[in-house]
Structure formats: structure tokens, C-alpha cells
């Protein structure tokens, strides 16, 4: 059983009991596979395990939450109203923290902060917001085109890595014509445009 | 010489002087055909066609302008000051309205707001500022692989032609690397997102 000391007063095993609670097999398992990339990047660039792991561990707790429990979190966090434009796919991180601090004392702000950036980033990322970024991305079950190009850069370089998911990403989601939250422009000017 | 009656104190001949003292003459006879074809697209769809030639003439009359007079626009019109962090790509529009306010006694806020919102367009467009923003993208000399497409979807719908635009220059500018004006986001999610 792995305790994570002052991070939050519960253990790994009650992480992963409240994530099967929450989540289907199939995001549960995808949990897993970003806590282990996550800690895999940490060890390869020198950055804490414990925070990379919980992060990647919890970073999609909220995935499957209902629309009322994102709404009361905007409200009662005092977070940006305009975050109700936008859906799960934004609220699970942005909005997914602070429940998490609540739900799972979980009280590091490196940890919350990886899970808040970890769909739209962030033009400041500490390395730890790198691995989670990252680790979603290329976790061993991902599979599209760019994800060998994705790994093979994330061998080398953290700053690289979160540069290629950004605009990948972005190309996808015009590509098919789907919605942008307008802030994740903010992190492709900074780690994607070449003046920067 | 044709007179702009209640737009503004001058007319078209001092407009065309000005541009030509403010643009290389590859610009201004941009601006000629970005006038031609607004007008056309103005006949097309019913549009006011004086406001769509004003605005289409006028809408690169600040693109070559010294950084600082910007600055200062930015200050004396107490504009946005996130705007200072783009550049001339953004300014000459966002910004340049305000100058042709002052400089061209345009008083029109339709002529205005199209010119304002000619290059990232917003998430409410009136049909002159559909206009001006098409017609700087398929006027005559425009040569690039999408551009017949675009011409023919112009034939039909304003919107779907601003739909096209839109999506085609972000897909351009992520994959070159290039800045983006997080605002135009609000435009794309409004334009070219399936569910609205």
C-alpha cells in the first residue's frame, strides 16, 4: 500500500477505490496507464514520482461526472463563469481540481494545478504539468498516427513534447470541426509559436 | 467622385489619397479590390453597398503603421491592453478602427465594427461584416489552394463562407506555427462548431 505522506490524508487504495466508483473500466484502466507514464516521465526527467503519479492517477476522476456537480463547482469554487460554455471535456480538469481537493484531500497545488492544465495546459507548466500533459497523450494504449512521433519526442524533451500534443491537438479539433476552449490558444502561442 | 453623404465629412477621393500615402502599392491596390469585391458580395446579398465599399476600401488603411501609433491608440481609446501583446496582424484591425474613426471622420459603427473585425472575425457578425471579412479572403488576386471553394461557397451563404474562412485560416496558421489571437477562437466555436 503506498501512502502519500502529507499529499492528502487517504492512500492509494482509497484513490482507486473512489476512481472505480466513478468511472467505467475502460476510463479506470486509462487512469492507471497515465499513473504509470507519468511516473515513468518523472523518473526520465528528474522530476517528484509521488506528485507525477497521483496526478496521472486522478487527472480524469471527474471525467464521467454529471453537468449539476460541474455547475455547483463554478459557484461554489468562484471559478470563471464562462467555463459553462464549455463542457466536460474542459470542466473534468479546469473545474475537476477543486473537487478533487474537496473529495480527496488533496491539498498540493502541483498536484491540482497538473490536473487543471492537463487538457488545455497552460502558457507556465512546471515539469510535473509537463509529465500529466504528456502522459495522456502517449500512455502505452494510445493509438493514432503522431503517438510514435509524440513518444519518441517525449524521450527527449518535455518542453518539445508539450509543443508537438498542442498542436496536434488543435489540428484535430478544427479538423473535425470540434469546439475550442479559447485559453488553450494562450498555451499554443507560448510552447508552439516560434518566436516564443 | 462618389460622396459618402452622412458616413463621413469627406469623400472618396480623399480616402484614396490618404491610402495611398499610408500603403505600398501592392497594399492599396489590395484595398481597391477588397472595395470591388464587398461591393459585389453587398449586391449579391442584399447589403448596404456604400457601408460594404467604405469598409472594404478602408479595412487595411492602418496595416503599415509604426508600432507606436498603436501603443498610443491603445491608451488614448482604452482598448484592451492584452491586445499589446499580439502584433500588426491583429492591430489593424482590432485597433485600426478607432484610428480611421479619428483620422477619416468615419462615424459609422457597422462600417467600424467590420473593419474592426475584419481578421479574426467575432462571434456576431453583421452581414457588412461578413462581408468585408470574405472579401479580403476571395478578393480577384488571391491565389491559394482553397480559394476557388471559398469563392464558390461565397456564391451561396455568408455564413458557410465565414465558416470556410475561418476554419482554413486556423488550420494555416497552427500548422505554420503562427500566433493566434485567442478571440478568434470565440469565432470559430460560434461558426464552425457543429452544434451551434
Redesign the interface.
Given at each position: 500500500m503506498e501512502n502519500y505522506d502529507n499529499l492528502s490524508s487517504y492512500n492509494r487504495d482509497f484513490f482507486i477505490e473512489r476512481l472505480r466508483k466513478n468511472l467505467d473500466e475502460n476510463r479506470f484502466n486509462h487512469c492507471l496507464r497515465v499513473e504509470k507514464k507519468s511516473k515513468e516521465l518523472a523518473i526520465r526527467f528528474n522530476a517528484n514520482i509521488t506528485r507525477a503519479g497521483i496526478s496521472g492517477l486522478l487527472h480524469d476522476y471527474c471525467k464521467q461526472m454529471p453537468k449539476e456537480k460541474f455547475i455547483e463547482a463554478v459557484k461554489k469554487f468562484n471559478l470563471d463563469e464562462d467555463l459553462l460554455n464549455y463542457g466536460n471535456g474542459i470542466w473534468h480538469g479546469s473545474i475537476g481540481a477543486d473537487i478533487i481537493r474537496e473529495e480527496l484531500d488533496v491539498n498540493d497545488e502541483i498536484i491540482l494545478n497538473a490536473i487543471r492544465k492537463h487538457t488545455i495546459a497552460d502558457p507556465y507548466m512546471t515539469d510535473i504539468d509537463k509529465i500529466v500533459f504528456i502522459a495522456d497523450f502517449i500512455e502505452d494504449a494510445r493509438d493514432f498516427p503522431e503517438v510514435d512521433m509524440a513518444r519518441k519526442i517525449a524521450e527527449k524533451s518535455l518542453d518539445d513534447a508539450v509543443s508537438f500534443e498542442l498542436?496536434h491537438t488543435?489540428?484535430y479539433l478544427?479538423?473535425n470541426?470540434?469546439?475550442?476552449?479559447?485559453?488553450?490558444?494562450?498555451s499554443?502561442?507560448k510552447w508552439?509559436?516560434?518566436?516564443n
Amino acid at each position: 500500500m503506498e501512502n502519500y505522506d502529507n499529499l492528502s490524508s487517504y492512500n492509494r487504495d482509497f484513490f482507486i477505490e473512489r476512481l472505480r466508483k466513478n468511472l467505467d473500466e475502460n476510463r479506470f484502466n486509462h487512469c492507471l496507464r497515465v499513473e504509470k507514464k507519468s511516473k515513468e516521465l518523472a523518473i526520465r526527467f528528474n522530476a517528484n514520482i509521488t506528485r507525477a503519479g497521483i496526478s496521472g492517477l486522478l487527472h480524469d476522476y471527474c471525467k464521467q461526472m454529471p453537468k449539476e456537480k460541474f455547475i455547483e463547482a463554478v459557484k461554489k469554487f468562484n471559478l470563471d463563469e464562462d467555463l459553462l460554455n464549455y463542457g466536460n471535456g474542459i470542466w473534468h480538469g479546469s473545474i475537476g481540481a477543486d473537487i478533487i481537493r474537496e473529495e480527496l484531500d488533496v491539498n498540493d497545488e502541483i498536484i491540482l494545478n497538473a490536473i487543471r492544465k492537463h487538457t488545455i495546459a497552460d502558457p507556465y507548466m512546471t515539469d510535473i504539468d509537463k509529465i500529466v500533459f504528456i502522459a495522456d497523450f502517449i500512455e502505452d494504449a494510445r493509438d493514432f498516427p503522431e503517438v510514435d512521433m509524440a513518444r519518441k519526442i517525449a524521450e527527449k524533451s518535455l518542453d518539445d513534447a508539450v509543443s508537438f500534443e498542442l498542436k496536434h491537438t488543435l489540428e484535430y479539433l478544427i479538423n473535425n470541426n470540434k469546439k475550442i476552449y479559447p485559453k488553450m490558444l494562450n498555451s499554443y502561442n507560448k510552447w508552439v509559436v516560434e518566436e516564443n
